[in-house]
T-cell receptor, first 112, second 115 residues
Framework: KQEVTQIPAALSVPEGENLVLNCSFT??????LQWFRQDPGKGLTSLLLIQSSQREQTSGRLNASLDKSSGRSTLYIAASQPGDSATYLCAPETQAGTALIFGKGTTLSVSS | SAVISQKPSRDICQRGTSLTIQCQVDSQVTMMFWYRQQPGQSLTLIAT?????????ESGFVIDKFPISRPNLTFSTLTVSNMSPEDSSIYLCSVGTGIANYGYTFGSGTRLTVV
């Protein structure tokens, strides 16, 4: 059964810092991996989708990498802003078409 | 990607009553999933709902408590029955297109408080 761990659980940084969020998963035979953002009490917003054949994906200040063999993904946020404050969730798709599995996420707070 | 309209966005309900949550998708999708997010926790899958078949429930969730309907490829409902304060959570629906590498989309969530 797929299990997802995200480290750190919480992170507080001043505005402008570059930061790294880590995700590990126990079953490395994944199909895709998706990173989401969740604001308090809200739904999930997709940030990046990394296909199983890719090693990284970029969108603006966000860069996500994937190392399937080691069961790890990293989300890099450059020049953090207060608006980046949210919970970040990674979710591997273990088999095509099956439900995503989530860890507890990393709650980020960026102060101005 | 698909766009999901989820209703209601929030509700406060009396214990012992039921609430039905609706998700409308702007395109036809094969797979739809329902999740629960208890306070301070991550998302837990309740069930998978595919059109034309019975929903498949995860361990710890039963149809009598969380009946699901999936009448067509663009719509689904989740009912939380005979509610207790322990059912206070955010409930989310999600869809996947079933097409390789398209990813998943989530509704905006229903924040349920049971008093």
């Amino acid at each position: 059964k797929q299990e997802v761990t995200q480290i750190p659980a919480a992170l507080s940084v001043p505005e402008g810092e570059n930061l790294v969020l880590n995700c590990s998963f126990t079953d490395s035979a994944i199909y895709n991996l998706q990173w989401f953002r969740q604001d308090p009490g809200k739904g999930l917003t997709s940030l990046l989708l990394i296909q199983s054949s890719q090693r990284e994906q970029t969108s603006g200040r966000l860069n996500a990498s994937l190392d399937k063999s080691s069961g790890r993904s990293t989300l890099y946020i450059a020049a953090s802003q207060p608006g980046d404050s949210a919970t970040y969730l990674c979710a591997p798709e273990t088999q095509a078409g099956t439900a995503l599995i989530f860890g507890k996420g990393t709650t980020l707070s960026v102060s101005s | 990607s698909a766009v999901i309209s989820q209703k209601p966005s929030r509700d406060i309900c009396q214990r012992g009553t039921s609430l039905t949550i609706q998700c409308q998708v702007d395109s036809q999708v094969t797979m739809m999933f329902w999740y629960r997010q208890q306070p301070g926790q991550s998302l837990t899958l309740i069930a998978t709902a595919n059109q034309g078949s019975e929903a498949t429930y995860e361990s710890g969730f039963v149809i009598d408590k969380f009946p699901i309907s999936r009448p067509n490829l663009t719509f689904s409902t989740l009912t939380v029955s005979n509610m207790s304060p322990e059912d206070s959570s955010i409930y989310l629906c999600s869809v996947g297109t079933g097409i390789a590498n398209y990813g998943y989309t989530f509704g905006s969530g229903t924040r349920l408080t049971v008093v």
